[in-house]
């Protein structure tokens, strides 16, 4: 059930926006907002080129398991005579070795990047999170973090001249068939066994543990809201997962998504993985036999291609193992930081 919103705060002028007959403020007024967040969104990320869809149905899963943002006051709609072309969104996340990063984003559709209120839209998310910093403990490293696209396009411009500085890559990877299957042993002493609704909490921990020396790993995603939302995502699909298990622990696992909506949208046929072996079953063969076997069981599903996302310093050294199975460079995507004081 979806939390009541108190929106009532009026909306000061932010500095610096330009003057543009119509334009005004506000705060989030409830669920009627959510078909509104999807538009726009989708058609900010697609001017950006980032290929993410989020249908409203997913907003509103978004919005009943939000952590770290209070949406009453931490998002900001941004309407021209009445329509909203655009908003804001802020956020904070707990990152390894005591770093809190702040994150935003900046949307807005195209027709409306003129002048500079995107900018003022940005400065306004960092006055907002630099006054959510200000009543956090003192002993976390402070920073600002937002990803773009790497290629040239308005969002990474901006984020460019605002001051932000590259922090680290990471990259999409497709396999451009499901033809050439190598056929790989499971390592010895795992078995794969088909998922049931009590494996997943159990999957899903140990999937934390071994991503947690990743440079991406955030805690947030990880709390029990973390995995009840992951549950009700529409591509969640536990039956065409691939999970090697030692006795009554998870070693290591693929686990398969097949995004209708964003398949839909841009005209593929993808299958994705997302992939994790435990420490003390890596470097054994693990990964590449659990891949091979996620092929197999997503070609049966009718996808034609595969693809994943990995750090370009992943610590385990994913990138190879990924080439080695076919996958090459798709998209890059770029994490920026900036200093929060």
Not at 51 to 78: I, S, W
Not at 125 to 144: C, G, Q, S, T, V
Request: glycine share 6%.
């Amino acid at each position: 059930m979806l939390r009541k919103f108190d929106s009532s705060d009026e909306i000061a002028e932010i500095p610096g926006t330009p003057a543009i007959p119509g334009l005004s403020f506000r705060r989030l007024q409830g669920e009627i907002d959510f078909n509104i967040l999807a538009e726009v969104m989708q058609r900010s990320r697609d001017a950006d080129l980032l290929e993410l869809v989020e249908t409203p149905e997913d907003v509103a899963d978004g919005f009943r398991h939000l952590q770290n943002c209070n949406p009453c006051k931490d998002m900001l709609f941004v309407d021209i005579n009445g329509t909203t072309v655009g908003f804001c969104r802020c956020e904070w996340r707990n990152r390894p070795d005591g770093v809190r990063t702040y994150e935003h984003a900046a949307y807005l559709v195209p027709e409306w990047r003129t002048g500079n209120l995107r900018q003022a839209m940005l400065r306004e998310n960092e006055r907002r999170l630099r006054e959510i910093a200000n009543e956090h403990p003192k002993d976390y490293a402070k920073i600002f973090e937002v990803s773009a696209n790497f290629a040239e396009n308005n969002w990474k411009s901006l984020l460019e001249e605002e001051g932000y500085r590259l922090f680290r890559h990471n990259i999409q990877m497709v396999r451009p068939n499901l033809d050439d299957i190598p056929d790989l042993p499971i390592v010895e002493g795992v078995e794969i066994r088909p998922v049931r609704p009590e494996h997943h909490r159990t999957i899903f921990k140990a999937a934390e543990e071994a991503f947690r020396d990743e440079p991406n790993f955030a805690e947030e995603s990880w709390t029990e809201d973390g995995r009840k939302y992951l549950s009700e995502w529409r591509a969640f699909r536990p039956e065409i997962w691939q999970v090697a298990w030692a006795g009554d622990e998870v070693a290591g696992a693929v686990l398969n998504f097949i995004d209708d909506e964003e398949n839909k949208k841009f005209k593929r046929n993808w299958g994705y993985m997302v992939i994790f072996v435990s420490r003390s079953y890596r470097n054994h063969g693990l990964a590449s036999a659990l891949i091979a076997r996620s092929f197999e069981v997503l070609k049966r599903e009718g996808v034609d291609k595969a693809a994943l996302g990995v750090d370009c310093e992943n610590p385990s050294g994913a990138l190879r193992l990924y080439e080695r199975m076919g996958f090459r460079l798709f998209q890059q995507y770029t994490r920026y930081r900036k200093p929060l004081d």
